[in-house]
């Protein structure tokens, strides 16, 4: 008996999804395929107003709805008005991608507090705080079969380096690790009510934030040596695997980081023995 397969349907008409950082790099990709998947779009920014009414003027001209708000995600009254400015527009959140993060590099000796605090506070904190409204939203709102197999899904942008070390990145390191395990215990947590929880995890992706490591073709080939595949990602490669978690194909997926890096993990210097 010859065996029928289901089509994919990466549709997300009529739900509604924030993007945290959403303004530029992977944030911005997400919020435009979020929207072409049919998804009412909150894109936050933190400082790029520009850059986020930028997305929002793009995604309206596909004919989709989209709309900047700024917060700052380390901030619990500010992630709580994210929330309730994007409740008040669209009536719920069905979808939050908690992307929003920096980087401020120094080595051990030479890391201040502050620096530690800021990358800790936007990394890890703000996932938290985002993660905590949007399942307060989910329960409020309550489930609706007709859009979507879960109560809720809350996606994380991680790193590779939640669990490659990174020296002289250890306060980015360690938010990527912690973040890690913030996303298992509450997907283990959660998942009984119906929120599906996962990650993403990025390699190298050409961003403006990291250009210098591949805009010349001196440092694109040294980059290219930790990447088996041969190429740097794009924001569409995250966007892509994003959209996926998002919507009910991958509904069995749960609790899980979906490395998205070329084979970076693969630790490519041990492929001729170490």
């Known amino acids: 008996m010859q065996q029928s397969f289901p089509q994919p349907s990466f549709t997300l008409a009529g739900q509604t999804a924030i993007v945290t950082g959403g303004s530029s790099g992977i944030g911005a990709g997400i919020a435009h395929v979020l ?46 008005r ?57 329960r409020r709102r309550g489930m609706v079969i007709e859009r979507s197999a879960a109560l809720g899904k809350i996606i994380f942008i991680s790193s590779v380096h939640e669990t490659i070390p990174w020296a002289g990145h250890a306060n980015y390191a360690a938010s990527k690790g912690g973040l890690m395990l913030l996303m298992k215990s509450i997907a283990q947590e959660l998942g ?6 996962n990650s993403v995890a990025p390699g ?26 041969r190429r ?6 995250i966007a892509k695997a994003v959209l ?18 070329g084979g970076m993990t693969l630790y490519p210097g041990f492929a001729t023995g170490g």
């Not at 190298?204 to 595949?229: C, F, G, Q, S, Y």
């Not at 740097?232 to 490669?237: L, R, S």
Request: proline residues 3%.
């Open 35 to 80: 929207a072409a998947a049919g998804a009412n779009v909150a894109v936050n920014y933190s400082r790029n107003s520009a850059g986020a009414d930028k997305v929002v003027r793009q995604i309206s001209e596909q004919g989709c709805r989209a709309v900047a708000i700024q917060a700052d995600v380390s901030s619990e009254q500010d992630v709580a």
């Open 82 to 138: 994210m929330f309730d400015q994007t409740v008040r527009r669209f009536g719920t959140v069905d979808i939050l991608v908690s992307n929003a993060g920096l980087q401020q590099d120094a080595t051990l000796a030479e890391m201040t507090l502050e620096q530690w605090n800021r990358v800790i506070g936007i990394n890890l904190t703000g996932a938290f705080l985002c993660a905590r409204a949007a399942t307060r939203e989910f």
């Open 192 to 197: 009984p009510q119906g929120i599906r929880v």
């Open 204 to 229: 190298a992706v050409k961003t403006p934030i990291n250009r210098a490591a591949w805009e010349t073709p001196e440092a694109e080939a040294d980059l290219l040596r930790l990447i088996p595949r």
């Open 232 to 237: 740097v990602g794009e924001t569409a490669d």
């Open 244 to 261: 996926w978690l998002a919507s009910d194909d991958s509904d069995y997926v749960h609790g899980t980081s979906l490395v998205v890096d």
